[in-house]
């Protein structure tokens, strides 16, 4: 069975910043394989379309550039928030707010992402919205472990069960 649209993946791979000879940023093994549905956009685009018409036992080895990743990492992504915003109850977490670390947000809307603190000011922290990823080409070699068909409810719910 190849690899199509509401087919269900399962893979291994090694990630790398740039190209083969690259910085390894994660590594999925046998032990824990990573399984997604084709086609749902869970999946970056491009990376789904190295992958079309695989099937079980195929090795695959290609690389995403930045555009067609993460993106290019943007000014307008990194802010200026002040700092009641991240007040519970009137008070801040004590060590929440230091540089460098990765804090959970949401916007309006309820979507969910994380910010990186970049700096902290006396009435404001600057937060960087950028996924850590952004301005990196992305390397991808693996194997096609198993290629299924979805189930009625993970085609339903646009995600493996």
Known sequence: MTISKEKVV???YQLRVDDK???VIETVEKEKPFVFLYGAGSMLPKFEENLNKLK????????LKCEDAYGKASEEAVMDLPKNIFEVDGK???GL??????IPMQNDDG??????????????VTVDFNHPLAGDD???????IEVREATK???EHGHVH
């Open 153 to 155: 409810e993970e085609i």
């Open 111 to 124: 979507q969910k992402f994380n910010g990186v603190v970049v700096e902290v000011k006396e009435e404001s």
């Open 10 to 12: 399962t893979l291994l």
């Open 138 to 144: 992305l390397h991808f070699e693996g194997n096609i």
């Open 92 to 94: 801040i977490e004590e």
């Open 56 to 63: 079980a036992g195929d090795d695959f080895e290609f690389t």
């Open 21 to 23: 000879n690259g910085d």
């Open 97 to 102: 707010l230091a540089e460098g670390n990765v």
